[in-house]
C-alpha cells in the first residue's frame, strides 16, 4: 500500500513526456537549428556539393516559420547546381513571394528563373521574369541569345531600313521557333513586322480574291502567310474573321506532312517530359498551319501548363472557333472559362490577398498557441513542484506513522506531537497531491490542444511553412 501511494504521487508530480517534434521546434524557435543549417549547408556549396547544400537549405526552409528571401535564394542557387531544375525554379518563385525582398535578392531570384527556365527551352515563362524586359536586356543572357538571336539580327535590319533582309531573318526565326504569343516576343518584332506590312497586306487583298471567287483552300493559305507576318492585334482586328469563314467553308483543313511529322515529334518530346521542346515544336506547327485545330488546342494546353494563360486563352479561342468537334470543343470551354479567371489581373490580386490574409491568420495563429502553450508549461511545471511537496509530506507522514506504530517514545506528549506531525503531513500532502493534479490537468489539454508542430504547411503564396511538395518541383 505504502508503496502504491508513492508511485502515485510520483506520477502525479512528474512532468510527462512531450513528443519529439514539438521539443525540436521549441529549439527551432530560437533560431540554433536554423543557423546551423544553413551554415552547413553553406560549407557544403563550398566543397563542391549542391546536392546535399540543397538539402540542408531544404531543411531550414521547412523548420523556419517565417524563411526569408534570401534563403530561398540559396536554396534554389544549390538545386540549379546541382541540375535540379524544376525545384530550382519552385524555390526562386516561393523566393518572390517574400516580405521584405531586398532588391538585391529580388534580382538574383528572378535572374535565376530566366536561366532554368531558358536552360528548358521554356521561352515564354522565362520571359516574364527577366529583370530588364528589353530585347536587349534578354539577349545578355546566354540561354536566351542563342534563341532570339535571329529576331535580334532582324530588328536591327529593319531599323537599319533593310526590310527584304530583315524579313528573311524573321521568317528563319519563324521557322526555328514559331508562332510568337508572348507579349515581348510580339512587341519585340514590331519593327519587323511593320517592314512585312505591304506585302502581308498584298497578301490579304490576294486571299480576299480567291475567298470572293470560291478557291477557300487558296484562300486559307494566303491568310496563314498573313498570319504569320502581322502581329495578332492586327490581324484580329482586320483579317481573323475572313481567315474563319474561309476554314469553315473550304474542304475540312487537314495538316501538312510536314506539320503532322512535326506534332509526332511534340509527342515524343512530351513523353520523355522535354516540356520545352514540345512547346517549340507545336508553336512551329501552328505557324506552318494556323487553321489546323489540333495544333491550337495542343499548343493551348501546354501553355497553360507552364501558367501563360493569356497566350493559351488566345490559342484556345481559336481552336472553339475553328474546330468541327462538339466533344472537344465542350471540354475547351470549360478550360477558357478556367484560363479567364488565372489570366485576370485583378481576381489573381485578390486571391493573392485572400492567401496573404490566411497567412496572417495562421501567424495569429501560432502565436495564441504559443502562447496558451506556456501558460499550459507554467501550470505543468507548478504542478511538479507542488507534486515534489507533496511527495515529501507523504514521505514525513508515513514515517511519523512507523514511529508511532513503533511506540519508541518517552512520554506521553511525545506520541500525540508525532501523531498530530502525522496528520498535518498527511493532510497536507493530500491537499498538495490533489492541487498538483489539477494543475497537471488543466496544463496538459492546455499544451496538447497547443501544439505547434513544426512540419510544412500548404500555402497558396508560399507564406510560412511552405509546402515541402512545392520546393522539392511539383511547379513547373
Not at 205 to 227: I, K, Q, T, W
Not at 236 to 253: G, K, N
Not at 347 to 363: F, K
Amino acid at each position: 500500500m505504502r508503496a502504491a501511494l508513492l508511485a502515485a504521487l510520483c506520477l502525479v508530480a512528474c512532468t510527462p513526456f512531450y513528443r519529439v517534434d514539438e521539443a525540436h521546434g521549441l529549439r527551432v524557435a530560437d533560431g540554433e537549428e536554423r543557423v546551423r543549417l544553413q551554415a552547413r549547408a553553406h560549407e557544403l556549396m563550398s566543397l563542391g556539393r549542391p546536392g546535399a547544400a540543397a538539402e540542408a537549405y531544404q531543411h531550414a526552409v521547412e523548420l523556419d516559420p517565417d524563411p526569408p528571401a534570401e534563403l530561398f535564394l540559396s536554396l534554389a542557387q544549390a538545386r540549379a547546381a546541382d541540375g535540379q531544375r524544376a525545384p530550382a525554379r519552385a524555390a526562386a518563385r516561393l523566393g518572390l513571394t517574400r516580405n521584405p525582398l531586398p532588391p538585391n535578392t529580388r534580382r538574383g531570384l528572378r535572374e535565376l528563373l530566366v536561366r532554368q527556365y531558358a536552360a528548358d527551352g521554356l521561352i515564354e515563362p522565362a520571359l516574364d521574369f527577366l529583370p530588364e524586359p528589353s530585347l536587349e536586356g534578354a539577349m545578355r543572357v546566354s540561354e536566351l541569345a542563342q534563341v532570339l538571336g535571329p529576331l535580334a539580327d532582324a530588328d536591327q535590319l529593319a531599323r537599319a531600313g533593310r526590310g527584304t533582309e530583315s524579313l528573311a531573318r524573321y521568317e528563319e526565326w519563324l521557322a526555328a521557333f514559331g508562332v510568337p504569343t508572348h507579349r515581348l516576343l510580339v512587341g519585340w518584332s514590331g519593327n519587323v513586322l511593320r517592314a512585312a506590312a505591304g506585302p502581308a497586306g498584298q497578301a490579304a487583298l490576294e486571299a480576299d480574291r480567291a475567298a470572293e471567287e470560291g478557291r477557300f483552300d487558296e484562300a486559307v493559305a494566303l491568310y496563314a502567310l498573313v498570319f504569320r507576318f502581322q502581329s495578332p492585334a492586327t490581324f484580329d482586328a482586320s483579317v481573323r474573321a475572313r481567315f474563319e469563314t474561309a476554314c469553315a467553308r473550304a474542304a475540312e483543313p487537314g495538316a501538312t506532312d510536314e506539320v503532322l511529322a512535326l506534332t509526332a515529334k511534340a509527342s515524343d518530346a512530351l513523353g520523355a517530359n522535354r516540356l520545352g521542346e514540345a512547346l517549340g515544336l507545336y508553336r512551329r506547327a501552328v505557324a506552318s498551319a494556323p487553321w489546323w485545330p489540333e495544333a491550337r488546342h495542343n499548343l493551348a494546353l501546354l501553355l497553360a501548363q507552364v501558367e501563360q494563360y493569356a497566350e493559351a486563352l488566345r490559342h484556345m479561342q481559336a481552336f472553339l472557333r475553328l474546330s468541327r468537334d462538339p466533344a472537344m470543343t465542350a471540354r475547351a470551354q470549360a478550360r477558357v472559362i478556367e484560363w479567364e479567371r488565372r489570366a485576370d489581373p485583378a481576381q489573381a490580386e485578390q486571391v493573392r490577398a485572400e492567401a496573404q490574409l490566411r497567412e496572417a491568420d495562421l501567424t495569429r495563429h501560432r502565436s495564441r498557441a504559443r502562447a496558451w502553450r506556456d501558460r499550459g508549461f507554467v501550470l505543468m511545471s507548478a504542478g511538479a513542484v507542488v507534486g515534489a511537496g507533496a511527495v515529501a509530506c507523504a514521505v514525513v507522514g508515513l514515517r511519523t506513522n512507523d514511529q508511532v506504530r513503533a511506540g519508541n517514545f518517552d512520554t506521553g506528549r511525545d506520541i500525540l506531537l508525532a501523531t498530530e506531525v502525522g496528520k498535518t503531513a498527511n493532510t497536507l500532502g493530500t491537499i498538495l497531491a490533489v492541487t498538483s493534479g489539477a494543475l497537471v490537468a488543466i496544463g496538459l489539454p492546455i499544451v496538447l490542444f497547443s501544439l505547434d508542430p513544426a512540419a510544412p504547411q500548404v500555402s497558396v503564396v508560399g507564406g510560412p511553412g511552405f509546402a515541402g511538395f512545392a520546393v522539392s518541383g511539383v511547379l513547373p
